[in-house]
């Protein structure tokens, strides 16, 4: 069975940085594609990032600060947020979907909808 568990969440001030770590079990790494979401108190969750074999996308609200970054052999799959802002406070998710394996192009155009399995989610606080 599949499992993604989100870790590296926490408070950091405006123009910090953070970085998220999903680790994933029971699939090979290399032949899926891995998204993060997030979801604000009182939004909907929106899209963040997200990597396949041969792509990796990004929401327009984090192009330029955030990286998404993948190692196959440790399993893990890394969000790296700099440049912080108050309004990137959110749960953040990670999560994967059998329809994605050896499928390069899955997150062209990624949406959550896309996904169907999910970790519980770490939360991130940007406040002075």
């Known amino acids: 069975q599949v499992q993604l568990v989100e870790s590296g969440g926490g408070l950091v001030q405006p123009g910090g940085s953070l970085r998220l770590s999903c680790a994933v079990s029971?699939?090979?790494?290399?032949?899926?594609?891995i998204g993060w979401f997030r979801q604000a108190p009182g939004k909907e969750r929106e899209e963040v990032s997200c990597i396949s074999a041969n792509n990796r996308a990004y929401a327009d609200s984090v192009k330029g600060r955030f990286t998404i970054s993948r190692d196959n052999a440790a399993k893990v799959v890394n969000l790296q947020m700099n440049s912080l802002k108050p309004e990137d406070t959110a749960v953040y998710y990670c999560?994967?979907?059998?329809?994605?394996?050896?499928?390069?192009?899955?997150?062209?155009?990624?949406?959550?909808?896309?996904?169907?399995?999910w970790g519980q989610g770490t939360q991130v606080t940007v406040s002075s």
């Open positions: 029971a699939i090979n790494l290399e032949h899926y594609a």
């Open positions: 999560a994967t979907d059998p329809r994605s394996y050896r499928i390069g192009s899955f997150c062209n155009n990624f949406r959550q909808d896309d996904f169907e399995t």
